[in-house]
């Protein structure tokens, strides 16, 4: 089916350093997130991201965080800086439907983020 | 707002059995839709499947099926004759039908299979 691609798999930086965590959606979606789990537990929404656009963010999606997908590159999660509580999987997805749609959504592998 | 309640954290049933998770919903929408995704030992995320909520029949495929029960705002996922394979974490998610694209997740249900 199709893939979405995250880059790193995995990546180590000390606290207060910038991460930025990259993704690669399918190629003709619309729609793009990002979750954040810790522990293989429960998948929180950070943001979603639409023509050029934030759509929707948590409370999870702090100053610290932002969102680009210039010229139809990657689709990035920036963090700066990083805290502690920032260590977790980041998970990328991508939707076909933009609104009216159904959300299904299709996921990359993750990318997780060990902040020391 | 929308919310999405897994109470089972961890099931366990014998290899080609069924086995049924719950799930329930929160929302104001009078159109949402409603999904499984399973989780792997990998990490790997898979949409598994959806149910719209205007549709009344339940949907199925191949081995799944959900029991959507819309008075009792549930969806409740049935996997019959169940293999090592399915051993995973199985996530509840939902999406409102209008004004958002944003998805929530429940917390999971951990199913293990045993030989």
């Known amino acids: 089916g199709p893939k979405v691609l995250q880059i790193p798999s995995h990546q180590i930086i000390d606290m207060g350093q910038m991460v930025t965590l990259n993704c690669d959606p399918v190629?003709?979606?619309?729609?793009f997130y990002w979750y954040k789990q810790i522990l293989g537990q429960q998948m929180e929404f950070l943001v979603n991201f639409y023509n050029g656009k934030v759509m929707e963010k948590s409370k999870l999606f702090k100053d610290q965080f932002s969102v680009e997908r210039p010229d139809g590159s990657y689709f990035t999660l920036k963090i700066q800086p990083t805290a502690l509580e920032d260590s977790a999987v980041y998970f990328c997805?991508?939707?076909?439907?933009?609104?009216?749609?159904?959300?299904?959504?299709?996921f990359g592998e993750g990318s997780k983020l060990t902040v020391l | 707002a929308q919310k999405v309640t897994q109470t089972q954290t961890s099931i366990s049933v014998m290899e080609k059995t069924t086995v049924t998770m719950d799930c329930v919903y929160e929302?104001?929408?009078?159109?949402?839709?409603l999904f499984w995704y399973k989780q792997t030992a990998s990490g790997e995320i898979v949409f598994l499947i959806r149910q719209d909520s205007y549709k009344k029949e339940n949907a199925t495929e191949g081995h799944y099926s959900l029991n959507f029960q819309k008075p009792k705002s549930s969806i409740g996922l049935i996997i019959t004759a169940t293999q090592i394979e399915d051993s995973a974490v199985y996530f509840c998610a939902m999406r409102e039908g209008s004004n958002t694209n944003k998805v929530v997740f429940g917390t999971g249900t951990r199913l293990q299979v045993l030989p």
């Open positions: 997805a991508s939707s076909p439907y933009g609104r009216g749609g159904t959300g299904q959504l299709y």
């Open positions: 190629s003709n979606h619309l729609y």
């Open positions: 929302t104001r929408d009078s159109s949402y839709f």
